[in-house]
């Protein structure tokens, strides 16, 4: 039992997950679930109990039972207590003033990671306002490797998606090109198929392949199909470089996904067995996005970021390149205008990185929801001052398959001007080989006899 | 002045073969004020899609052709707001929708329904098409079909409640999907086995972007087809089903 009392009003919140939920920022999902906070002032009491709970508590009190749920075992067991000495004796509260501190830099949080568990994470962001998260977030260093150098610090990269309503290889490849002419798709070439049968995701991993052996692109490709068919197509040899898959903060949630834990880890083992990973073997490529449990009624009664956050236990397990929350991918009804979408991304990046976790969001909403392309252009900045790993590049920022607007190629390359952002490393050498950047950066008009074009139309 | 000011865009030989918003050229790095403003009219066009409203009227006529009962039934959600902030309403039948299900348990192969979703212009465009395609082929399977359904405000799981009470062993949910700038009108089609409420989305298989500028009606009444096939042979549909038609090895 948790209180706190306002002017003779006692506030009594049951047990901590209901704590975590009535602090947390207001959102339509928990709205929707029936456990958000009832008034202004509840929501304030609720922080203010929850800035005195040691930060110990929760090794204790797990949000869901460790008996019935398997993330949550996850989380208790994989906890490390030698990284966890340094903060063992700060309260929630203590520790946002601490992060905040300037002791906290990059090399003591990295040491630190493995000692915070998920709720710790969703604890303190709820403490936090939108500056707090971008000022701890941009003092972590995330960095993973595939074919190329993903999360250094003064880089920034992003994933080419060139989707298409019928997974027609001619139309896809139009949209590869043009991204890789405005520097796009260092952090992956990731095709969503618009179906999941595995000729087709065996053709368009074949048509990428094909494309980055042929201009010796370092880069690393993906086609974003259900982990089963990856499977499926790794172990009859198929070139795959990274496995996709979008996971949850529950086991009743990743069970809805199709998937489990056990299932995650065939998965990595197949894809790492391929061995083609030139510069390292981080293979996974996670999505998540608040408000996949409460969608599948596997929510426990849990709010929603807290949800979110342990999905990064997941994701962490399996050391991705590249995990991506789809911030305003799942509509309204879960976050329903521009400002519920920027706090979440802003925590779902700060909790990933503070996690150790090569955060990238993207930055997107769909039609149903109060938000358009201003409220994108404002989280964009701000997720480029935090120092976010990478972010969506999509023609136009129109998904002609997925229905959503997300950012576009000329999107990236605005905020690698305005915060003077580099590309990652090798891929950054090639893109000026290759005369469509210069040595500083900037990008050089190119004709339409450059070979990246003529290659596809002939 | 202005025109110079664009950089002319090489790539526009490539943009023949996609609708994807290619080759729209660049000022500085930003996006040219033609190609934004037309960005624009497209979102006001999705927007306008959301608010569009299922035509009772002019689908009841044409399903006609099918000699079946044509029932129009609506959700729980009242109005397109409470539809948008409460997903849970639109996975169940209000009260008259319910009791007028009750004369309609005959038992059936397959229940079709059709639901506005985000888009009513999308079924409003597109289901009729598709069925004309479709519903042959279950006759020459000698496939029974029961009465077929028209919901507003209705989700993809309200055809589960609505399988159960035409007792049907598959439902076919033709539906509205999230409308995109360049596709206000897309059609998406959710196959479940045995549907009863409760199931989450593992358990269905989903073609999506049904419309000419997409996925073409003989395409996806060929994916429909097969998958119906396959989901009454093996007893299952979802992720266990796959789309293997076309898979070489």
Same mark, same amino acid.
């Given at each position: ?22 602090? %947390? ?27 005195? +709970?040691? /930060?110990?508590?929760? *090794? ?26 340094? $903060?063992? &004796? ?8 601490? #992060?905040? %501190? ?104 074949? #048509? ?51 998937? &489990? ?10 894809? /790492? &067995? ?41 994701? @962490? ?5 590249? +995990? ?21 991304? *802003? ?6 990185? *503070? ?27 701000? /997720? ?6 990478? $972010? ?15 950012? %576009? ?42 070979? /990246? ?6 | ?45 999705? @927007? ?21 009962? +044509? ?94 009470? #035409? ?64 989901? #009454? ?17």
């Amino acid at each position: 039992m948790y209180k706190f009392t306002i002017r003779d009003k006692v506030y009594r919140f049951n047990d901590l997950k209901t704590l975590l939920a009535k602090a %947390s920022p207001y959102r339509s999902g928990d709205v929707l679930a029936g456990i958000c906070a009832e008034s202004y002032e509840e929501r304030v009491a609720a922080q203010i109990a929850l800035a005195d +709970v040691p /930060l110990k508590t929760f *090794l204790t009190e797990a949000v869901i039972p460790y008996e019935s749920d398997d993330v949550t075992r996850l989380i208790i067991d994989s906890h490390n207590d030698t990284a966890f000495t340094y $903060i063992n &004796s700060l309260t929630v509260g203590e520790f946002r003033d601490w #992060l905040l %501190s300037d002791e906290a830099d990059c090399g003591i949080l990295k040491t630190i990671e493995a000692g915070i568990t998920p709720e710790m994470a969703a604890a303190v962001s709820k403490l936090m306002r939108n500056q707090d998260l971008i000022a701890v977030a941009r003092k972590c260093e995330v960095v993973t490797r595939f074919r190329n150098t993903i999360g250094l610090k003064g880089h920034f990269s992003t994933r080419l998606q060139p989707n298409h309503p019928t997974d027609d290889p001619k139309g896809i490849a139009a949209s590869i090109i043009e991204g890789l002419l405005y520097g796009s798709g260092d952090a992956v070439i990731g095709i969503n198929p618009a179906t999941d049968s595995p000729s087709t995701v065996l053709n368009l991993l074949t #048509l990428i392949d094909n494309l980055r052996g042929r201009f010796d692109i370092p880069i690393q490709s993906c086609v974003l199909s259900h982990i089963t068919t990856t499977l499926e197509l790794a172990n009859k040899g198929a070139p795959v470089d990274l496995c996709f898959q979008s996971i949850g903060g529950t086991e009743k949630a990743n069970k809805s996904f199709g998937i &489990s834990l056990d299932l995650l880890e065939e998965a990595y083992q197949a894809t /790492l &067995s391929l061995n083609r990973g030139t510069v390292g073997k981080n293979v996974m490529y996670f999505e998540t996005g608040q408000g996949s449990e409460l969608s599948a009624n596997a929510h426990h009664g849990v709010d929603q970021q807290t949800c979110e956050v342990r999905a990064y236990a997941v994701a @962490r397990k399996f050391k991705p390149l590249l +995990v991506n929350s789809v911030v305003g991918f799942i509509g309204p009804e879960y976050l329903y205008d521009g400002k519920q979408i920027t706090r979440a991304a *802003l925590e779902d990046h700060f909790c990933g990185k *503070l996690l150790g976790l090569p955060m990238g969001v993207d930055i997107c909403y769909t039609n149903h929801a109060e938000a358009d392309q201003d409220d994108m252009d404002n989280l964009l900045t701000l /997720l480029g001052v935090a120092g976010c790993n990478f $972010i969506m590049g999509i023609p136009g920022s129109d998904d002609i398959m997925l229905n959503y607007q997300s950012t %576009s190629f000329h999107d990236a390359l605005y905020l690698r001007k305005v915060l003077g952002l580099r590309p990652a490393p090798e891929f950054e050498q090639w893109l000026v080989k290759q005369g469509i950047v210069d040595e500083k950066g900037g990008l050089l008009p190119v004709n339409s006899s450059h070979k /990246l074009i003529s290659g596809i139309i002939t | 002045m202005a025109e110079k000011l664009i950089k002319n865009d090489p790539l526009i030989s490539l943009k023949e073969f996609t609708a994807a918003r290619i080759a729209i050229g660049r000022t500085g790095t930003s996006i040219p004020l033609k190609e934004s403003l037309e960005f624009k009219l497209a979102h006001a066009h999705a @927007r306008d899609a959301v608010y569009s409203e299922l035509d009772i009227e002019g689908l009841t006529n044409s399903l006609q052709a099918f000699n079946l009962p +044509v029932l129009s039934l609506h959700s729980q959600a009242a109005n397109r707001h409470k539809y948008l902030k409460r997903p849970d309403l639109g996975r169940q039948l209000d009260e008259t929708s319910a009791e007028l299900l009750k004369d309609h348990g005959t038992g059936a192969d397959i229940a079709i329904i059709i639901a506005d979703g985000l888009s009513a212009t999308a079924v409003n465009e597109n289901a009729f098409s598709l069925l004309k395609l479709l519903m042959p082929m279950f006759s020459n399977e000698k496939l029974r079909l029961g009465s077929l359904c028209l919901v507003r405000q209705g989700r993809v799981a309200i055809g589960d409640e609505i399988a159960v009470g #035409l007792r049907a062993k598959l439902s076919i949910v033709l539906i509205g999907e999230r409308p995109g700038l360049s596709s206000a009108d897309s059609m998406g089609m959710y196959l479940t086995y045995n549907p009863r409420p409760g199931l989450t989305d593992e358990s269905r298989n989903c073609i999506s972007n049904i419309r000419p500028e997409g996925l073409s009606y003989h395409l996806a009444a060929g994916k429909t087809f097969y998958l119906v096939q396959e989901a #009454l042979k093996r007893k299952l549909s979802g992720v266990a089903l796959k789309d293997n038609a076309g898979l070489l090895d």
